[in-house]
């Protein structure tokens, strides 16, 4: 992860890759139904 300063603020970016894995497993758990 890298951290950025942007209008005095730090701002944590996240590899694309890595929104789209945590995604398909937040959408793995979901059609489990563990999430409501």
Do not use: C, N, S, Y
């Amino acid at each position: 992860m890298i951290e950025k300063e942007i209008d005095g603020k730090t701002h944590v970016l996240v590899p694309k890759d890595m929104w789209e894995r945590m995604w398909a497993v937040f959408d793995r758990v979901d059609k489990l139904g563990e999430i409501k």
